[in-house]
DNA sequence: GCCCAGGTCTCCG
DNA sequence: CGGAGACCTGGG
């Protein structure tokens, strides 16, 4: 079953760059593919699976969106999914009338417009991503996350490609976490040159293997997704710490990107870096500081701060500069 | 081959 | 509580 159908512009407030928000590089989630001139992603409603594709024919135009599922999906309940992934209910007028007062992040606004979060479509694939994202690079740990998901993921086929949804919980808490753990498991006689694969390390994770078997046994066991929704943000941040593998910085990028809490202000070097440079004078401040600083500095708007500040930097020469300082 | 980047954990005071 | 060093891997 195919389901096509517009998101007007009329339907959210202030602009939205499609392209610009699945391309700032946010964190927590693999960009979404792009071919043909749409951008695809799997996705899954309750248990049912739905290919996305979604394009915008020009900058702040209309959305124009194909839904391809086997299962019966409402057409309502797939507007509503992308009206959330894309922040579309996030007033963006309003962000910039509080970004004007601020002289520092006035010019925020020429680099950024249209620039929204991005949110993950899976809250526990976002914990994984976020825990295999600290210390490591974009394209390593996107590569890992697409290894996951093609090694233990649900199989979805479209025209001859096929695509993976994430493993849940319940899966990956059970998967060998390294080429002897799963040689261990394997009830068969191998030849002597079998390469193990099937093993989280297999995929680049690293150090970080332990971390997430143990994270999602956690999440398994004793984690109500629904209800992290509910919980006052400081409470949701202490159970995000409880996890191995989440520190302040993963912590505060699950519930910015996975959850959708406006008031995380997730600081990594860098967003440390800029922070230094365009409020305190180039003097360095501790992570801790800067994230107390723009939580209350910015309130429920920390992290849309954080996602223009940081776009800003990298597109107006300020991360340049802040390169060149670290050199020397 | 060596060194570096990048958050969290662990250990030590 | 704060600081120092280890951690896996890919890229320069």
Not at 222 to 228: G, L, P, S, T
Request: charge should be negative; charged fraction near 30%; hydrophobic fraction near 35%.
């Amino acid at each position: 079953m195919k389901i096509g159908f517009e998101i007007d512009p009329k339907e959210y407030k202030g602009p939205f760059n499609l392209d610009l928000t699945i391309n700032s590089g946010q964190t927590s989630q693999p960009a979404w593919l792009m071919k043909d001139g749409y951008f695809q992603e799997l996705l899954r409603f309750d248990n049912k699976l739905c290919l996305i594709k979604i394009q915008q024919e020009n900058v702040e135009g209309t959305l124009n969106i194909e839904a391809e599922t086997e299962a019966d999906l409402e057409l309502e309940s797939i507007r509503t999914k992308l009206m959330d992934i894309f922040s579309l209910n996030d007033d963006l007028n309003d962000f910039y009338d509080f970004l004007r007062k601020d002289s520092e992040l006035k010019p925020t606004i020429d680099f950024c417009s249209g620039l929204r979060l991005f949110k993950a479509h899976d809250p526990f694939e976002c914990i994984i991503s976020s825990i295999s994202s600290a210390n490591c690079s974009i394209i390593r740990w996107n590569r890992s996350i697409r290894d996951i998901k093609s090694k233990w993921g649900e199989e979805y086929n479209s025209n001859s490609n096929s695509w993976y949804t994430f493993p849940s919980p319940d899966i990956l808490k059970n998967v060998p976490e390294h080429d002897l753990e799963e040689m261990d498991r394997c009830e068969t006689n191998l030849p002597d040159d079998h390469s193990f694969e099937k093993n989280l390390k297999s995929c680049g994770v690293g150090y970080r293997a332990k971390f997430m078997i143990k994270t999602a046994e956690i999440v398994q066991n004793q984690i109500n997704i629904d209800a992290i929704h509910k919980m006052s943000y400081n409470n949701a941040f202490e159970t995000m710490l409880d996890l191995p593998g989440v520190g302040p910085k993963v912590a505060d990028c699950i519930l910015f990107y996975g959850f959708g809490f406006k008031e995380a202000f997730p600081v990594d070097v860098w967003i440390g870096r800029i922070v230094s440079e365009m409020y305190f004078q180039g003097k360095e401040i501790k992570p801790l500081k800067a994230r107390e600083f723009g939580m209350k500095k910015f309130a429920n708007r920390a992290g849309y701060v954080q996602l223009y500040m940081f776009h800003y930097a990298r597109k107006s020469g300020l991360l340049d500069r802040i390169r060149q300082l670290n050199k020397s």
